[in-house]
């Protein structure tokens, strides 16, 4: 195994790495932290199985940060990739403190983990964010569009009254030769 990494700083959240993410592997981030995880959690002091996705190959989804684990998870899972296996060590007080979660877990307990961190995905509420957020954009130009078609419209109206009324004129000035050479010619036949 890989060498012991203490987390904390105060040996209360230790990992090991047993398999490396690839080299491009991305992680939780700000924008990602809802992650997808399989695992096998054991009583340190025994080696007992208390949790497991591995029987029914399940996987365990939550959110970074929003208090739904324990806390020794939201600090390893930050430092991890896609595709990494890690054995993560949690003492008591970064775990389930001195209460323990009976019947599984007594009081006091040290867990050790072994986490595969499966995948990483915004918040789905972040995701409709997005897309009301396309939604919107696709308004505003739909909006646009149909400004610059009414602007277009307007513009061909005027060219066809401008055109309309330059015809009127052009006919107006014949109609006034016709009517004005016929009055000569009507003078002139007398």
Known sequence: MGEVIDLTGDGGVLK????????????????????????????AETGEVFDT??????????????????????????????????KITCKPEYAYGSAGSPPEIPPGATLIFEVELVACRPIKG????????????LEEVKRQREIAAGLKEEEKKKREEAKAAAVARVQ??????????????KGKSL
């Open 172 to 185: 107006a000035k014949l109609d006034a030769k016709k009517s004005h050479g016929k009055g000569k010619g």
């Open 53 to 86: 996705t591995r029987e029914d190959n399940t996987i365990f989804t939550f959110e970074l940060g929003a208090g739904t684990v324990i806390k020794s998870w939201d600090i390893a899972l930050r430092t991890m990739k896609i595709g990494e296996i890690a």
């Open 126 to 137: 972040a995701s409709i964010g997005g897309v009301s957020d396309e939604m919107a954009r």
């Open 16 to 43: 090991t790495i047993i398999q490396r993410a690839k080299p491009n592997a991305t992680g939780p981030t700000e924008s990602l932290p809802v992650v997808d995880v399989r695992y096998e959690g054991v009583l």
